[in-house]
Antibody, heavy 119, light 108 residues
Framework: QVQLVQSGAEVKKPGASVKVSCKAS????????VHWVRQAPGQGLEWMGI????????TYAQNFQGRLTMTRDTSTSTVYMELSSLRSEDTAVYYC????????????WGQGTVVTVSS | DIQMTQSPSSLSASVGDRVTITCRAS??????LNWYQQKPGKAPKLLIY???SLQSGVPSTFSGSGSGTTFTLTITSLQPEDFATYYC??????????FGQGTKLDIK
């Protein structure tokens, strides 16, 4: 079935970087853009950015400019989200989501990856 | 950026009730509005896309309406599994797709 499977929980120190993976299966990987969304504890959903799995082009939210990098590996149908210079406010659950372009919606979501930033 | 504002922020209701959640955009977004349901510890789930289209597998007790700047999500005859947090999302301003702050629906 169509699914996105994310890598496991991470604990990082302030100033470090984290790289989360999102492996797609059950559909044509190049045909759907992938977005990343995060959710801080007890908070709402925050859009982070988007990657085109075909060409690798990206767009990032203004809040993350300079700290966020999204990449993809077409041979394994996997996209990656790397966030650098981590601070305590980056503690959150990070989700990848498939973009259903025909109707402009996020129709399939990964299970989420908990990233904890603590000294 | 387009701002999305949901009301109310929280809502208490009983099984069998009809509830309505409103989402307002800071500018016109045509019908580029989606609704998601999120349960604790789970990823969001797409309920409604393009303002009023029901995602496959979603019960017909859910419906969406609106266009422009004001949208509503209505749940008729609440079921126990419907108690969750609901988010609206605009997908008009490609590709910066902002969410509302969420509406938590709990049991009265």
């Amino acid at each position: 079935q169509v699914q996105l499977v994310q890598s496991g929980a991470e604990v990082k120190k302030p100033g470090a970087s984290v790289k989360v993976s999102c492996k797609a299966s059950g559909y044509s990987f190049p045909s759907y853009y992938v977005h990343w969304v995060r959710q801080a504890p007890g908070q709402g959903l925050e859009w982070m950015g988007i990657i085109d799995p075909t060409g690798g082009s990206t767009t990032y939210a203004q809040n993350f400019q300079g700290r966020l990098t999204m990449t993809r590996d077409t041979s394994t149908s996997t996209v990656y989200m790397e966030l650098s210079s981590l601070r305590s406010e980056d503690t959150a659950v990070y989700y990848c989501a498939r973009y259903w372009g025909s109707w402009s919606a996020f129709d399939v979501w990964g299970q989420g990856t908990v990233v904890t930033v603590s000294s | 950026d387009i701002q999305m504002t949901q009301s109310p922020s929280s809502l208490s209701a009983s099984v069998g009730d009809r509830v309505t959640i409103t989402c307002r955009a800071s500018q016109s977004i045509s019908s580029y509005l989606n609704w998601y349901q999120q349960k604790p510890g789970k990823a969001p789930k797409l309920l409604i896309y393009a303002a009023s289209s029901l995602q496959s597998g979603v019960p017909s007790t859910f419906s969406g309406s609106g266009s422009g700047t004001t949208f509503t999500l209505t749940i008729t005859s609440l079921q126990p599994e419907d108690f969750a947090t609901y988010y609206c999302q605009q997908t008009y301003s490609t590709p910066v797709y902002t969410f509302g702050q969420g509406t938590k629906l709990d049991i009265k």
